[in-house]
């Protein structure tokens, strides 16, 4: 079966074989199957795209995303797209000689060509000089290339802010394999971060003139409670425990809600919630949490931001003392470097292994999922994906344009070139599966030190199952001026204690998603991510010393 193109880009025509396949879940060969029969990808600079394009075929049986007209915010609803996006999609027409759009010749970009190292999967992503491989990108690699799909001309110029095709294709497949979303009518755009695109979510389903409010665990990402309040978004923490948020206690609240008691605040339309090593209490949602969590929403009709930066980041239990005195782990036999593939039944195990994201369970396309490059890749790419319904993703696209453009074409090559051309689907999976053992390894060590050195009386923990942080509880209770002194004056006083002595751990009260409500208790949030094994035993020894100064003990 040959080829077609659609917008300038190659995609297989749907037939009755594919029909058949597309109710079996993707795997790794079968995005290499869909791959050969597509054909070399052909999406030249500012090429339309879509991620339609590069998905299998829905079946009929699957239903279509709920509409959100009614949750959409004013501002949202009056985004019209740019007509000189639109313009775009004629420059596929053959001997077009365009006039029209502002894309600088790219004779005048002053970079022929960006090389790189980087580590091979082969070699278990050491970074020893023999296991680094030299990778570059030119400014005409696909003019002057047989197998060329993308290069500096069309990467840096402007393109589409659903992001480059080349690239959007790759966070599609990615998608389809690890979540296979149950609605049909599903779609990803390329984003600046997970920050960027919060922002414009908050934007398109917060408004200020309804009082619209955000529901979000009772401690949250710090940034995530800065990005609302300037735009008059009103914030609502559901208490946690151990796993989260509690599913009980957000249908009460919304079932509850009082107007009134809330400062003239209405019912809440959106839930912002981190599932898998919640920042900053390190909480990971099992399955039957998130699908209880998501029936509530579906109760209440509340949409869903689903932010997972740290999804890959799920580890093995913690076990006190298997790995000897300081907690340290070994790198698990799938990605040592013995330059030998154990193939696919290895990374497809991987994937089985991992909590099940609200994504999968999203049957109504109430959830709009953010992704990042940014905590198992690198921060700066800033760069990361949404996926949620057509028509949310649409209307994202609308904001984008207007607002961002997209995230930065180097930001994009680079990825494509270290993702898509060089490791792969199954060599990025794998890349995932050695950084799951680095954080394992790292959150082991901070363990052993806290219980090596932290006063046990009165500091509390759960060791976290995903994730970077680790959250310690305090038992003010147990403080000597527990009764003349506020939680905050007993954190102040810790914090300081800890400044002096030569450690930074974040008070817990920065994270409090309502400022304006009495604290539940006294927390200290620590990250194992930078900080060596070493430095971590004395960074946890010198936060105990203060603690213990505090307490008296």
Known sequence: MAPTNLGGIGLVTEDVHICKQAAVPLTLEGIRTRRAKAGKLDAPTASYSDSDMFKAPQPPSKPKA???????????????PCVLKQAAKHLKKPGLVSLGGGLPSSDN??????????????????????????????????????????????????????????????????????????YADWRCALTIGSTGSLEAAYRMFGDRARGDGILTEEYSFSTALETAAP????????????????????????????????????????????????NPTGATQSEERRRVVYKVCQKHDVFIFEDEPYYFLQMQPYQKGANGSNGTTTTSASTKGNGESSGDADVEAFLRTLVPSMLSM????????HDSFSKVVVPGSRVGWVTASEQVVERYIRHAECCSQGPSGFSQAVLYKLLDEEWGHDGYLRWLMHLRDEYRARRDAILGACERFLPGEVISWTPPAA???????????????????????????????????????????????????????????????????????????????????????
């Open 66 to 80: 709920k509409r959100w007209d009614h949750l959409l915010s004013a501002e949202s609803a009056a985004r019209r």
């Open 109 to 182: 970009f002053p970079f022929e060509s960006l090389s790189m190292r980087v580590p091979t999967a082969a070699g278990g992503f050491s970074h020893d000089a023999a296991n680094l491989k030299e990778v570059a990108i030119g400014k005409h690699d696909v003019r002057d290339t047989a197998d060329g799909v993308l290069d500096l001309s069309i990467a840096l110029n402007y393109g589409q802010s659903i992001g480059s095709a080349q690239l959007l294709r790759w966070v599609t497949e990615h998608t389809e394999l690890v979540h296979a979303p149950p």
């Open 231 to 278: 735009l008059g978004l009103r914030v609502y923490g559901v208490p946690m425990d151990e796993q989260g948020l509690l599913p009980e206690k957000m249908d009460e609240m919304l079932s509850d809600w009082d107007v009134e008691a809330r400062g003239g605040g209405s019912r809440p339309r959106v839930l912002y919630t981190v599932p898998s090593g919640q």
């Open 362 to 369: 999203d049957t109504d396309g109430r959830v709009m999922r």
């Open 467 to 553: 994730g970077m942080f680790l959250w310690l509880k305090v038992d003010h209770t147990r403080h000597p001026h527990a009764a003349s002194k506020s939680l905050l004056e007993l954190e102040e006083e810790i914090f300081d204690s800890c400044i002096d002595k030569g450690v930074l751990a974040c008070r817990g009260s920065w994270f409090s998603a309502e400022h304006d409500r009495p604290l539940s208790g006294l927390f200290f949030r620590t990250t194992y991510a930078a900080a060596s094994e070493e430095q971590m035993a004395v960074a946890i020894e010198r936060f105990g010393e203060a603690v213990r100064g505090s307490f008296g003990i």
